[in-house]
């Protein structure tokens, strides 16, 4: 159990290191903590390009052709999602077990083979 005096000098020390508290300084370390980017809220990740991103999203949007509203949100998705597994397959080597990249094989191995039943591959 904590005593009163260490809970006394627990909240003296919460005083004293709150973080950054201007808007610069959350900025300059909201990223801080990203180790690989796949759960990122943000599309892009330090050491990415967004002109590589903008590029990549006209190309799919291109293919896939989206008409109206709810299928040019749907493209806006499958880029956001295929972009985020561009950035897996440069993570992957370091942070992977053989176990998970033979899993990630069969997941390519059925998409392939989906894409050839289905005449995009």
């Known amino acids: 159990m904590t005593s009163e005096a260490q809970l ?3 909240r003296i020390n919460a005083m004293k290191s ?6 610069a300084g959350k ?3 909201r990223l801080n903590g990203i180790k690989h980017g796949l759960l990122s809220r943000e599309s892009l990740v330090r050491g ?7 590029h990549f999203g006209k190309r799919l949007r291109a293919q896939l052709t989206p008409i ?3 299928e040019a949100l749907l493209v806006d998705r499958v880029v956001s999602t295929a ?3 561009r950035r897996l397959i440069r993570v992957e080597p370091r942070s992977m077990t053989r176990s998970t990249r033979l899993t990630r094989l069969s ?3 059925a998409g392939r083979k989906w894409a050839f039943c289905h005449g995009t591959r």
Request: glycine fraction near 10%; avoid cysteine; charge should be negative.
């Open 107 to 109: 997941i390519i191995m």
């Open 83 to 85: 972009w985020r597994l």
């Open 8 to 10: 006394a000098a627990n």
């Open 48 to 54: 990415e390009s967004e002109a590589d991103l903008v």
């Open 68 to 70: 109206g509203e709810l």
């Open 27 to 29: 900025a300059a370390v």
């Open 18 to 23: 709150t973080g950054p508290r201007t808007g």
